[in-house]
Nanobody
């Protein structure tokens, strides 16, 4: 079955950096667009970034220029490099395969445990 295991979160000062990883299994990773989502306390989960199977990337405006999504098909892993972190980036971060007509929707109903990112000033 599909498994998504996120890691790399932590507590970081504003302006700092973190690199998140998501190890995927149970599907043909290289054929899937992959994405990162985040959920802040009391908020809905939101789409953050995606990378297509051909490597084309998209980031939402709030993280553009600060976050970079990448993938390693040999390792079935998707990454999120986060630089210049802000307090508003504090959230639990999740990965999932991407689907939907707008390419901002999670494909799988099952989610990993997520990884907590906390940015303090």
């Amino acid at each position: 079955q599909v498994q998504l295991v996120e890691s790399g979160g932590g507590l970081v000062q504003a302006g700092g950096s973190l690199r998140l990883s998501c190890a995927a299994s149970g599907f043909t990773f290289s054929q899937h667009a992959m994405g990162w989502f985040r959920q802040a306390p009391g908020m809905e989960r939101e789409f953050v970034a995606r990378i297509l199977s051909n490597g084309i990337r998209y980031h939402v405006d709030s993280v553009k220029g600060r976050f970079t999504i990448s993938r390693d098909n040999g390792e079935n892993t998707v990454y999120l490099q986060m630089n210049s972190l802000k307090s508003e980036d504090t959230a639990v971060y999740y990965c999932n395969s991407i689907a939907g007509t707008t390419w901002t929707t999670a494909r799988f109903d099952s989610w990993g445990q997520g990884t907590q990112v906390t940015v303090f000033s």
